[in-house]
């Protein structure tokens, strides 16, 4: 049988340059049996997971676990001071450690007003550098910005013990708000990498994963500065973990891309299928101006910002005071640092539960109920529990009740915190910035006002603050469940005067993937928007149209036949 070929013209959309080709039904016959394979090794929609053959694994959950781990490890090292705090404030360390670090504690003299501005100013530093960072991640690469903070945090981490000893108290101050100012970027930077790098359908779980990480950091930091602090000495913990964080920045350098189409490795199935799933919603517009005003003045932006604010509080407080409050129950250092560490397995367990939960109540409801019932119940259980424990007089049912506290409060994860994709998932790192800086004045708040409750060291001192989370946290759940959405907002959606997006992307190692909206010249309205991969998915697409057309007259002759 001879082939039948039919000649195919091809337009540049880039220079306005034609191609040619021949396409024949031998190709046809190609394209069926390719698009059958594909069909077995593409994305499975129900299991969420990629049925690649060999032992392929998924770039996308490469970048999730390498930024989970870098979250987990700036934590980790977050948690440190947390637990020198405690060998500082307490007069009877040196009967709490091992005698071997006997004599190898700090020297210093400070009370908890200084302790708790030393919390304080880091965050002080933080939120300096945290709305820039948010437009820093749509000019520069997200990666960069992610690994480069963390990094940076690493070194000011290994030079703390020597400014605590050798320099002094305000120099200490400096260092810890310097530090502050490096990690203020990294928020924005991991939100916006997350856009590339996650769908709609899996968002609930990698977001999850990741900031699932944060919440672990502590799980790591306090039982390891316990116990190095209890039996070599205290200015180890911050030698480890900022070792490590140097390691793992050199394999992030090696590993992880801003985008997809930058991967060297990243397999053709796994980049077709993120970049159908995502479609336009990854594509920076030519000359695109950011709403900040809209953006400002959204009430449901407004519920994320009173969310985060409360989040931040609780987050500081246990990260940073949980250990010393566990000590006035008896306590030695590597106990405190231990038991300190399991609310937040708690937390993180059931974060990775929510995550799904999320997924599979969004199959049923709308993101709007999903998000407000998890941040509702989720903040109020939080409430309640920070009430129950003002009557706990022992360190078990302490414990016991922060584990509940924690708990629910990873069950408003997948709620409000990952919200900022529903209503914008083009300017995501946008929203984190704007909704952490004001969430950061939480952060900034409560080691000050720890400090200064708890001046007399004594348990009474702790109930304040404990009714003074619990008020915050009602306030918020009421806010989200009547302020918050789960749809895209009208200021996400790029103006209609934008005629064409950025197509030319010169890192990029896979055709990248363009949009032009065709316009009425009269109304001036989007009649319709194109995906357009260059000649070859032009090419692909007209394959596609000759096998359905062939299928066509397939069918018609046997119908013809039967008749």
Not at 60 to 84: C, E, I, K, P, Q
Not at 231 to 238: A, H, K, L, P, T
Not at 475 to 497: D, M, T, Y
Not at 512 to 528: E, G, N, W
Request: proline fraction near 3%.
């Amino acid at each position: 049988m001879e082939n039948k070929s039919d000649e195919v013209k091809f337009v540049d959309q880039g220079n306005d340059t034609d191609y040619y080709g021949t396409v024949d039904e031998d190709e046809i016959q190609n394209e069926m049996k390719m698009k059958k394979e594909k069909d077995d090794s593409v994305m499975d929609a129900n299991s969420g997971c990629l049925k690649c053959k060999g032992c392929y694994v998924p770039k996308r959950f490469v970048v999730t676990a390498l930024t989970s781990l870098g979250m987990l490890l700036t934590y980790a090292m977050r948690s440190n001071f947390g637990v020198t705090v405690i060998t500082i404030l307490d007069n009877s360390a040196h009967m709490k450690v091992h005698e071997d670090a006997m004599f190898n504690l700090p020297t210093v003299q400070w009370d908890t007003r200084e302790i708790g501005f030393l919390h304080a100013v880091f965050y002080i530093g933080y939120i300096i550098t945290h709305i820039p960072g948010g437009y820093l991640t749509t000019i520069w690469a997200s990666h960069r910005i992610f690994g480069g903070c963390i990094l940076f945090s690493a070194v000011m981490n290994l030079l703390l013990p020597v400014f605590v000893e050798e320099v002094g108290y305000v120099g200490t101050c400096c260092l810890r708000g310097i530090q502050g100012m490096g990690e203020g970027l990294l928020y924005p930077a991991c939100y916006g990498l997350l856009r590339h790098w996650s769908t709609t359908k899996e968002r609930g779980r990698l977001v999850s994963a990741v900031l699932t990480g944060s919440y672990a950091g502590a799980i790591i930091g306090f039982p390891m500065a316990g116990f190095i602090t209890h039996y070599i000495g205290w200015q180890y913990v911050y030698y480890v973990c900022g070792g490590v964080c140097i390691v793992w920045y050199f394999s992030w350098l090696c590993l992880v891309y801003e985008k997809p189409s930058h991967h060297t490795s990243i397999s053709d199935e796994e980049y077709n299928y993120l970049c159908d799933a995502q479609g336009s919603d990854v594509i920076d517009y030519v000359n695109l101006k950011i709403p900040w005003a809209q953006i400002l003045t959204s009430l449901p932006v407004i519920a994320l910002c009173i969310c985060h604010f409360a989040r931040n509080w609780i987050f500081v407080f246990m990260l940073t005071n949980e250990p010393y409050y566990l000590n006035n129950f008896g306590f030695s250092i590597a106990e405190s640092g231990s038991y300190s560490s399991i609310p937040h397995i708690v937390k993180v367990l059931v974060a990775f539960g929510s995550g799904y939960m999320a997924d599979l109540l969004l199959l049923r409801c709308s993101p709007t109920v999903v998000r407000k019932l998890l941040t509702g119940i989720g903040f109020s259980i939080v409430a309640l529990s920070f009430f129950i424990l003002t009557f706990c007089k022992t360190g078990v049912s302490a414990i016991l009740v922060l584990c509940i506290a924690a708990g629910f409060f990873a069950v408003s994860i997948s709620g409000w915190q990952i919200n900022h994709y529903d209503l914008s998932a083009r300017y995501a790192g946008i929203l984190v910035s704007v909704t952490s800086a004001f969430g950061t004045l939480g952060a900034i708040a409560v080691p000050l006002v720890t400090g200064e409750l708890t001046k007399d060291r004594t348990l009474d001192g702790w109930d304040d603050i404990f009714y003074v989370t619990m008020a915050i946290f009602l306030f918020s759940a009421l806010v989200f469940v009547i302020f918050g959405s789960g749809n895209e907002q009208p200021w996400a959606k790029p103006p209609s005067n934008i005629e064409l997006v950025q197509k030319i992307d010169p890192l990029a190692r896979k055709p990248y993937r363009t949009f032009v909206q065709q316009k009425s010249a009269d109304t001036k309205d989007i009649l319709q928007a194109e995906s357009i991969d260059g000649k070859a998915q032009q090419k692909n697409d007209k394959i596609h149209e000759l096998v359905d057309r062939l299928t066509e007259q397939l069918s018609a002759e046997e119908i013809k036949k039967d008749s």
